[in-house]
């Protein structure tokens, strides 16, 4: 019920912005502008900013507008209404538009993320922890039919563990808000990306003692999409795009954490460079970034597996239609 209000929203939202999304169309017609709308501002996308920080969206011509949604239902209609160029989010999202019958719906073009980024913090250090200690417990969980949420239930499955039955899941909370509700005295656990999960440990007030990502496997997590028309009429741009974002990959698959920590700091000017530099090295340890951007067809297939568990698949999604290969196949030679 939730997913159809959501694409309800979106196409009321496209209608109301038609004009304005056409009058920032013609405006930026003939110029190498982009406007990439990030579902958040995160050290897991350390590669992105790679690219940003190095300069590789300049050498590759083009001008780069960043702009932070804070969550994949903001950042998709940002998309559909024309606000945004290109979307960097959990691919679920482009599964949603897609099954809401909209006749421009999003693709993706390059995968980012292959890890889930995000950890299980408890109120005390746990060597020791099996994910059976969640059961009767509460939980600080994420958006229903997100794909951290839905990750998690995975790896909940995959233990044996009803996540309706075994344990409370609290998703009331807003994105980006379970960290200080956590250090606030809400739940016995939450699950934090960072670089929340490390200052839950540096204040004292939680402790990482799993990882979602290592114990799911690889998942495609995030990707960047465009509406289906944006990248016919745009192909350039969009290998531009791509082009670019590789250099920032294989930077970040050939330097040490310390070296990406100094690159991509200006991002993160609230975060000591050394808190960074942890960060990095705790994703790159559990390979959370792909070599290449190529969004694979078994990757896609297990996508579409973990929705379908999470009951959130109501047509067959073919991934022809989903996701286009060609502009990461030619930026990875």
Not at 208 to 222: H, N, R
Not at 225 to 241: A, D, G, H, T, W
Request: charged letters at 20%; a negative charge.
């Amino acid at each position: 019920m939730k997913r159809k209000l959501m694409v309800f929203l979106l196409l009321t939202v496209m209608l109301m912005t038609t004009v304005t999304g056409c009058a920032k169309n013609e405006d930026n017609k003939g110029k190498n502008s982009i406007v990439l709308n990030e579902v958040a501002h995160s050290i897991f996308y350390a590669p992105m900013y790679v690219a940003i920080e190095n300069g590789y969206f300049t050498e590759e011509g083009l001008e780069l507008t960043l702009v932070t949604g804070f969550g994949a239902d903001k950042t998709m209609t940002a998309l559909l209404t024309g606000e945004a160029d290109i979307g960097f989010m959990g691919p679920e999202s482009t599964v949603y538009t897609y099954q809401g019958d909209m006749e421009d719906y999003a693709v993706n073009f390059a995968q980012l993320t292959q890890r889930a980024g995000n950890f299980v913090v408890a109120r005390e250090d746990d060597d020791a922890f099996t994910w059976d200690k969640l059961k009767g417990r509460t939980v600080l969980g994420g958006r229903k039919g997100g794909m951290p949420q839905m990750v998690f239930e995975y790896v909940l499955k995959k233990n044996n563990i009803d996540p309706q039955t075994d344990l409370s899941i609290d998703q009331s909370i807003d994105f980006g808000s379970t960290a200080a509700a956590f250090s606030g005295g809400q739940g016995d656990y939450t699950i934090e990306f960072e670089p929340h999960a490390t200052a839950l440990e540096e204040k004292g007030d939680g402790y990482v003692v799993a990882s979602v990502g290592e114990e799911s496997g690889y998942v495609p997590y995030t990707a960047f999409c465009v509406r289906k028309s944006y990248l016919q009429e745009n192909p350039q741009m969009i290998q531009s795009f791509t082009n670019a974002l590789q250099k920032g990959m294989n930077y970040v698959n050939s330097h040490t954490s310390a070296e990406i920590a100094q690159v991509i700091s200006p991002q993160f000017e609230e975060t000591d460079v050394s808190t960074i530099e942890t960060i990095i090295e705790r994703y790159a340890k559990q390979n959370t970034w792909k070599e290449n951007l190529v969004f694979e067809e078994e990757a896609f297939t297990l996508l579409l597996d973990i929705l379908a568990d999470a009951g959130q698949i109501t047509k067959q999604v073919p991934y022809a239609e989903l996701v286009n290969t060609e502009f990461a196949k030619t930026a990875s030679k």
